[in-house]
């Protein structure tokens, strides 16, 4: 730590002149093994308006920070700048300090010196010189730093829930357990989603409808959900807090459109089943290959003693599968679907269905022939593993194929014993090809993204480059979208089974109450100001703006002028760039404080220091 | 042309011992631990990938099968329990019956009845032929115990006609499946395998399978490529307990057993008593006790009985698993063995008594027993393991020539 002699207080400072504290960070070594950090501090005590300049170790660590506050306390620093890494790593960590000692957290300016200076650059002199100048450009800015307060926005308290699948259900369910209302709305007549067509489920084999009809139960039972069933949002507007949906109600009884006012909303649209393009393995072509959700209901159909399982009237002896059918498809040997996409993903979930179907089959079938048709087995869940090793054991064949040869499939001949050949080149031998005589072949169909047009058009949500929905961080924020107020549930998002679409949907749940219970939300307050004396009417900005609803004219004649509503304006700054006579500003990023960077940048620093 | 996949196969070798197999799946720890696996081989995982889509050709003719020395650091690598080096044990008692056109060694595989019920008509049946002309047990027996007393008992020349009839019985079945296994080897599937060396300028054939020849011998009088094999390298065993030395014993006891007999009727009246320093003596009763030992050592830590599911070495997972197949040729080894000794010893002793003479017929029956069968037990392994040797040995030079 050190403190200059002539970096003292200047009492000598204009009362009505913000005085500036400029902090330089060390940051141990990463900053000044490059930049000479003496020589910046000395430099930015000559600035004008600075009225201390000091350095440390660590900024953000307690001493730094002490440093910091034992100036407000003394009184001697109106607006900062801190000098040291990106805004993304410590602007909270200073602003939360400023606010803890009764200081605006809008009146600190961060200077990259770390990523952009002393990490990229070589060479002391040029790297301090640069990190000077930037030093420089903060300070400009931080002189004319203003007060800020954060955008409150009133929150409507209910949650609209799309789709009424396992996620929905889920997240309906816990979201007016924590006393928020609910309107879910379902599609289809029945609420269940996909899992309506499974039967006993990984990994608890508890049946399906058991599952189903306990989530069903809670929801139907509530009073603070309200469930459209037979039921599809036909157009959403708004923004957090404020959303309203158009529903349209397709039965018959009761046909027509209804209003939702939600405060957000959680997308819970699942997913659909890949269809096997025609002939693809034989689909289609051969009645004899089915789906794996195709072939759990002929088991469900076939249940009960028979000790064999029949399929079109002739006992079944042997039975294959298949993973990976339109999951991790590979350029030039898969053909395009409908959306001239191919599925590269890997759908997850099929891998451990298949083998807990095998297991369930060997079950009750102890001397059929069971083989499996695989690239890669990925179970990778909790006890997932035990249904591959459990399939495995009870002689389960599995023959392992290369992706860019997939297994044949043919009728075989009338003297055959079975009814289908599947030719296999096995790449666990020397690729030696191999003749597999089957009953009914079942493919393992992957997952593709629902279709979400009306919700992705109405609301510019992002998806990803495969079609599901994408949230705003993998890791840190897993189940929200880009648009504020607007969660993640299920899979949506991306191939999930049960276990996760349940995990998703309640993190989605807590996501929304915890936004609606406080009854407002806090929004950054850099959005768009209007400067009415100067505001001529134009228009310009409206055109301009990308967001719906942000800006709208208001007024006729002279009159007419510009709005913002700050809910939705994201202080993107594309309207500031079209008005002809500087009405609009950004706050926290006004046209004068660039100009004032923009003069300090260029300034020569000598002339600046003297 | 396509293989077509058989889960009968699996099932089959399930039967013959390979009791944990269905659990491999072919992640190939087994192969990346075996000392033995080389290059492409994939050995052992690619014979269990044989098994398990029922290539029974591949299976069969695969020289690896015979190249393994069962050391069991698969089976300890193994993340699955599947127990390759069983099912490698599993698969060569597989083979064997499968090279046996009479079906004997199947019998032998499977049951312990069948075990007793061929050992007991063969004694019946030699007894008989040995004891035709018995002039019975000497009266009186103050003479002692001599061998010119045994040969009373047992007449010279029915020993010598019977042995003569063995081996020519022995000779014939021994062909047999010598020719059915390297027929198999010669028309293997298994690409690369020994069926097609590599094309170009190469050895010549001949020079090739004559060169194999000598490398065949003497791989088989050092115990090379068991002497480098797993544990036995990795554990540090005191050399007398080490397994290839042990095996060592065995086999060099056996053939200096073999020797002594064969110089015994060429150089030496079989009546005449000689002294233990007499050459032709010294060398069976030194091959005596060598062999005796080996058997010995070889069958202690198989008495061993380990818990069922516990987690062993390999080294006891090897022991537990001993077959009845197994013991068939351990025990008529030993019990040849000890006999053999105790009769030696007798001669130079002052005991006698009857029962020294139901000694030697039991010593007589068992060692015909064990020649005769030997195409159908594991004493088979005499001519696989060295036919395997052979193609290796035969492969490498014309690779090496090439």
Known sequence: ?610 | MATRADPRLLSNLKKYGAADISACFNCGNCTAVCPLSQGNDAFPRRMIRYAQLGMKEYLLSSKELWLCHHCGECSETCPRRAGPAEFMAAARRYAISSFDPFGLARRLDRSVVSIAAVILILGVLFAAVLLWESQGIPEGMTAGFSTAAMLDFVPFEILHDAGIVLFVLLGVMALITFLNMFWAMTHSPVPGNVGKPPEGPGMFPAQAALKAVLRTISDVILHSSQRDCGQDQTSRRPLLIRRWFVHLCIMGGFLGLAAATILDYLFKDPDLHVMPWHPIRLLGILSGVICTYGVTVAILPRLKKTKPGSLMSARQHYYSRTAPFDWLFLGLLWIISVTGFVLTAAIYMPVAGSWLYVVFLIHVILAMELLILMPFTKFAHVIYRTVAIWFQNFRKFRVAAD
């Open chain 1, 1 to 610: 730590m050190t403190d200059l002699e002539d970096t003292q207080p200047k009492p000598e400072n204009k009362k009505d002149e913000p005085r500036v504290g400029v902090y330089v960070c060390h940051c141990g070594g990463n900053i000044s093994d490059v930049v000479d950090v003496e020589k910046v501090v000395a430099e930015a005590a000559q600035l004008p308006g600075v009225a201390v300049s000091r350095t440390n170790m660590f900024m953000c660590s307690d001493p730094g920070q002490k440093m910091i506050q034992e100036d407000i306390q003394k009184g001697l620093v109106d607006n900062f700048v801190v000098a040291a890494c990106t805004r993304s790593l410590h602007e909270t960590t200073f602003a939360s300090l400023l606010a803890r000692n009764g200081v605006n957290p809008y009146l600190l300016e961060q200077a990259n010196i770390r990523e952009q200076c002393s990490w990229p650059h070589h060479g002391q002199e040029a790297a301090t010189a640069k990190a000077f100048t930037l030093v420089r450009a903060a300070v400009a800015k931080a002189r004319r730093l203003v007060p800020l307060n954060p955008v409150r926005v009133e929150a409507t308290n209910c949650a609209l829930v799309i789709g009424g699948g396992v996620a929905g259900l889920r997240a309906a369910g816990d979201l007016s357990k924590l006393g928020i209302k609910v309107v879910l709305v379902e599609r289809e007549k029945e609420l269940g989603g996909f899992v309506r067509r499974l039967d006993a489920l990984y990994p608890d084999e508890e049946p399906a409808t058991a599952l189903l009809s306990r989530l069903v139960e809670a929801v139907r039972t509530d009073s603070g959900i309200v469930v459209h069933t037979n039921s599809e949002v036909t157009g959403i507007e708004g923004y957090i807090g404020n959303f309203t949906a158009q529903v349209r109600k397709n039965s018959d009884s009761k046909a027509g459109e209804i209003r939702i006012e939600a405060g957000t909303i959680i997308v819970a649209t699942g997913f659909r089943s890949y269809q096997p393009a025609k002939k693809e393995l034989g689909y289609q072509k051969l009645s004899r290959v089915v789906t794996l959700a195709d072939f759990n209901e002929l088991l469900v159909a076939s249940a009960g003693d028979s000790a064999v399982l029949e399929f079109e009237g002739k006992p079944v002896r042997s039975v294959g599968f298949v993973h990976c059918v339109g999951s991790r498809q590979i350029e030039g040997v898969h053909k395009p679907g409908e959306n001239g996409n191919i599925n590269r993903y890997c759908s997850r979930v099929c891998c451990t269905a298949t083998l807990h179907t095998a297991c369930r089959l060997r079950r009750r079938f102890p001397d059929m022939e069971i083989h499996d048709f695989y690239q890669d087995i990925r179970t990778y869940g909790r006890g997932h593993e035990d249904y591959y090793e459990q399939a495995s054991k009870s002689d389960v064949i599995f023959h392992r194929y290369r992706a860019e040869s997939p297994p044949r499939v043919a009728k075989a001949p009338a003297a055959d014993e079975y009814n289908l050949l599947i030719t296999v080149e096995d790449s666990l031998t020397a690729g030696e090809e191999i003749e597999v005589g089957v009953d009914i072949l079942v493919l393992a169909v992957g997952m593709m993204p629902a279709d979400n047009a009306t919700i992705i058009d109405n609301l510019k949500l992002a998806s990803s480059s495969d079609g599901f929905l994408q949230e705003v961080h993998p890791k840190l924020r897993p189940v929200e979208m880009a648009v504020n107020g607007v969660l993640l549930a299920g899979a949506c998002q991306a191939p999930k089974d049960i276990t996760e679409s349940c995990a998703s949907a309640s993190a989605a749940a807590i996501k929304a109450a915890a936004i609606l219970r406080k009854g407002y939300v806090e929004l950054d307050p850099y959005v768009v100001k209007v400067d009415l004396a100067r505001c001529e009417g134009t228009g310009l900005c409206v055109e301009e703006c990308p967001l719906d609803g942000a800006l709208h004219m208001v007024g006729e004649g002279n009159e007419r002028h510009v709005e913002v509503n700050p809910a939705i304006c994201n202080g993107c700054g594309c309207c500031v760039a079209v008005c002809p006579t500087r009405a609009l500003q950004v706050s926290g990023w006004t046209l004068d404080q660039y100009e004032a960077m923009v003069d300090a940048i260029v300034a020569d620093p000598v002339e600046v220091s003297s």
